[in-house]
């Protein structure tokens, strides 16, 4: 059984209709650990101490967000600058996250075809979290891709709820070691995992 971490950060909260849904469908998974920063640390003086004793204790890290002009919002970058410390998280002697899994959740008004090559913005979602990959790499942790909610401002509701149920059943299926993380490492999306697996069934 795996042990999650997610490390929500979304500075307007109240007035998200999406990550509202997402949040309310898994916050009583077994197994999972949900932190609000923005909540936590209004004032962003983040408990080193405390974040790296809950990291020490997950093996599954979710950076869940809105996707902030190709990034994260704020309090997750200040996050990672104090957080993973030289000589813990990284560096030759930093090894307190290694083998750790870490991907993003994440919502964006784009849709899926303008992050592309040929797309309105140019690059694809993962060749954008490429900083966060390459983080994930120096701490040698595993990254696997996001799970990506597009098109916010124009999703249906029902579009929204099997959002909700997949992102329950993403989590579920992590906990429960149901997934072939190994095979989901290799594609663009962690929407085709589910996709895919959902087929087969």
Not at 7 to 36: C, M, Q, W, Y
Not at 49 to 58: V, Y
Not at 100 to 110: E, L, R, S
Request: net charge positive; hydrophobic share 35%; with cysteine.
């Amino acid at each position: 059984m795996k042990k999650i971490l997610i490390l929500f950060a979304h500075p307007a909260f109240r007035k998200s209709r999406i990550n509202k849904v997402l949040i309310d469908g898994i916050k009583d998974i077994e197994g999972v650990t949900l932190r609000d920063l923005y909540q936590l640390y209004p004032e962003m003086d983040i408990n080193v101490e405390k974040e790296q004793e809950l990291l020490n204790h997950h093996d599954v890290i979710i950076f869940h967000h809105p996707f902030y002009w190709y990034s994260t919002p704020p309090i997750l970058k200040e996050w990672l600058d104090l957080v993973l410390e030289h000589g813990w998280a990284y560096g030759s002697h930093g090894n307190a996250l290694k083998n750790k899994w870490f991907f993003n959740v994440m919502t964006t008004g784009g849709s899926q075809d303008a992050y592309c090559t040929k797309g309105y913005n140019r690059f694809t979602i993962r060749q954008l979290l490429a900083p966060l990959e390459q983080t994930a790499k120096l701490c040698k942790m595993h990254f696997l891709p996001p799970y990506v909610v597009h098109g916010t401002h124009s999703i249906s509701k029902e579009g929204v709820l099997k959002h909700r149920e997949n992102y329950s059943k993403l989590l579920t299926g992590l906990v429960n070691d149901e997934i072939d993380l190994k095979a989901l490492e290799k594609m663009e999306y962690f929407n085709q995992y589910l996709s895919k697996s959902l087929k087969q069934r």
